[in-house]
C-alpha cells in the first residue's frame, strides 16, 4: 500500500505543472559527475562516508518538514522522510554513526555546498559555485 500512494506522489509530481526538478549539488571538489539512486541513498543515509578519491562525505539537508526536502526524498532518493529521519536517529542513538547537518535554508544550503570541500546536498536550482551531480 505504502508503495502504490508512492507511485501515485511520483506521478502527481512529474504531471504538475507547478513541480519543480531538485537538484543534487555538491562543492566543486567532488569528482563525481554522475550517481546511481541507490549511491545516493547510500550517501544520504550515511551508508557512505567516502568519496571515491577517499576524501570525506559532508551532507546537508533541509529541515524534514521542509517540501524540498520532502520532494527530494521522495523523487531522488525513493525514499519517504520519516523513514531517512528513522535511520538517522538510530545512527546517532546507537552510537554507529551520525546524522547529516541541517540548513535551514536553500540559500544556507548553497553557501554551506560551496564553502565545505566533499560536501553534498539538494537544491531547486544550482549556483556557479557549485557542481550539479546527476542521478541516473
Same mark, same amino acid.
Given at each position: 500500500?505504502?508503495?502504490?500512494?508512492?507511485?501515485?506522489?511520483?506521478?502527481?509530481?512529474?504531471?504538475?505543472?507547478?513541480?519543480?526538478?531538485?537538484?543534487?549539488?555538491?562543492?566543486?571538489?567532488?569528482?563525481?559527475?554522475?550517481?546511481?539512486?541507490?549511491?545516493?541513498?547510500?550517501?544520504?543515509?550515511?551508508?557512505?562516508?567516502?568519496?571515491?578519491?577517499?576524501?570525506?562525505?559532508?551532507?546537508? *539537508?533541509? !529541515?524534514? &518538514?521542509?517540501? =524540498?526536502?520532502?520532494?527530494? +526524498?521522495?523523487?531522488?532518493?525513493?525514499?519517504?522522510?520519516? $523513514?531517512?529521519?528513522?535511520?538517522?536517529?538510530?545512527?546517532?542513538?546507537?552510537?554507529?554513526?551520525?546524522?547529516?547537518?541541517? *540548513?535551514? !535554508?536553500? &540559500?544556507?544550503? =548553497?553557501?554551506?555546498?560551496? +564553502?565545505?570541500?566533499?560536501?553534498?546536498?539538494?537544491?531547486? $536550482?544550482?549556483?556557479?559555485?557549485?557542481?550539479?551531480?546527476?542521478?541516473?
Amino acid at each position: 500500500m505504502e508503495r502504490v500512494r508512492f507511485i501515485i506522489f511520483c506521478l502527481i509530481c512529474q504531471l504538475s505543472p507547478l513541480s519543480q526538478a531538485v537538484e543534487l549539488i555538491a562543492h566543486p571538489s567532488v569528482p563525481v559527475d554522475t550517481l546511481s539512486a541507490t549511491a545516493a541513498r547510500n550517501i544520504f543515509t550515511m551508508r557512505t562516508l567516502y568519496w571515491p578519491s577517499g576524501r570525506p562525505i559532508k551532507v546537508f *539537508v533541509l !529541515s524534514d &518538514e521542509n517540501s =524540498l526536502h520532502q520532494q527530494f +526524498s521522495k523523487t531522488s532518493l525513493h525514499v519517504f522522510p520519516y $523513514k531517512l529521519r528513522r535511520i538517522w536517529d538510530r545512527n546517532i542513538y546507537s552510537g554507529t554513526g551520525e546524522a547529516p547537518i541541517t *540548513v535551514d !535554508s536553500e &540559500e544556507e544550503m =548553497l553557501k554551506a555546498i560551496s +564553502s565545505s570541500p566533499g560536501a553534498i546536498g539538494y537544491a531547486n $536550482k544550482g549556483n556557479d559555485n557549485v557542481r550539479i551531480i546527476k542521478i541516473d
